[in-house]
């Protein structure tokens, strides 16, 4: 059974940084697609950012554009997102993606981690 296991949440002032990492088990996910997606108080779940299991493509929502940084390990079959001068907008539930073909916007991924909790206060 396949396990995504998000790290890294907590509380951070606005203008402040924190970094997510997560780790999967249970199977080799190191040629998947992988990403984030986040979801705020209230709001629908929202595409955050992806990378292709070469590493060579990469996309980021324009909200995060310019401000986080996704990243991946595949010899530990790790991705991160690095999240730099954080807002109050970006408070919500950050969850860890796999697919095997895609992760974007407007498709499901397959394999979703429980989240991790990010608050960023004003």
């Known amino acids: 059974q396949v396990e995504l296991v998000e790290s890294g949440g907590g509380l951070a002032q606005a203008g402040g940084s924190l970094n997510l990492s997560c780790a999967a088990s249970?199977?080799?996910?190191?040629?998947?697609?992988k990403g984030w997606f986040r979801q705020a108080p209230g709001k629908e779940r929202e595409f955050v950012a992806s990378i292709s299991w070469g590493g060579g493509n990469i996309a980021y929502a324009n909200s995060v554009e310019g401000r986080f940084t996704i990243s991946r390990d595949n010899a530990k079959d790790t991705v991160s997102l690095k999240m730099d001068n954080l807002q109050p907008a970006d408070t919500g539930v950050y969850y860890c993606?796999?697919?095997?073909?895609?992760?974007?916007?407007?498709?499901?991924?397959?394999?979703w981690g429980k989240g991790t909790l990010v608050t960023v206060s004003s």
């Open positions: 249970g199977r080799a996910l190191s040629m998947y697609v």
């Open positions: 993606v796999a697919d095997r073909v895609d992760v974007r916007p407007d498709v499901e991924p397959y394999f």
